[in-house]
């Protein structure tokens, strides 16, 4: 089981920054790979981040790609979503999700049915 809390949501103007945090319970942290999806209101899931287990491959949603940077700390169980540049489309609540993989081979992965846990997630307003 891994356990998924998020934190560092709020509100911030166009233009601004925010540093959303994914702290994960268990010792299996090094083994999974990571994302970050949103969901806006009336709208599905999307995919905006994912990170390989290393660490070492990041992909991302062409809408925040230049602006937002997925990173994470093994040692701490952590992954860190920086988002600059907000814009309010950027308006979401934003989840931090999980999937383990125990065999080797650089992994990652966009689709949200390809994560096993998921966070609480953390709301993210942007004001025009």
């Known amino acids: 089981q891994v356990q998924l809390v998020e934190s560092g949501g709020g509100l911030v103007q166009a233009g601004g920054s925010l540093r959303l945090s994914c702290a994960a319970s268990?010792?299996?942290?090094?083994?999974?790979?990571m994302g970050w999806f949103r969901q806006a209101p009336g709208k599905e899931r999307e995919f905006v981040a994912t990170?390989?287990?290393?660490?070492?491959?990041?992909l991302y949603a062409d809408s925040v790609k230049g602006r937002f940077t997925i990173s994470r700390d093994n040692a701490k169980n952590m992954v860190y979503l920086q988002m600059n540049s907000l814009k309010p489309e950027d308006t979401a609540v934003y989840f931090c999700?999980?999937?383990?993989?125990?065999?080797?081979?650089?992994?990652?992965?966009?689709?949200?049915?390809?994560?096993?846990?998921w966070g609480q997630g953390t709301q993210v307003t942007v004001s025009s």
């Open positions: 990170i390989s287990r290393s660490g070492a491959t990041t």
């Open positions: 999700a999980a999937r383990r993989i125990y065999y080797s081979g650089n992994y990652y992965y966009t689709a949200a049915n390809e994560y096993e846990y």
């Open positions: 268990g010792r299996t942290f090094s083994s999974c790979v």
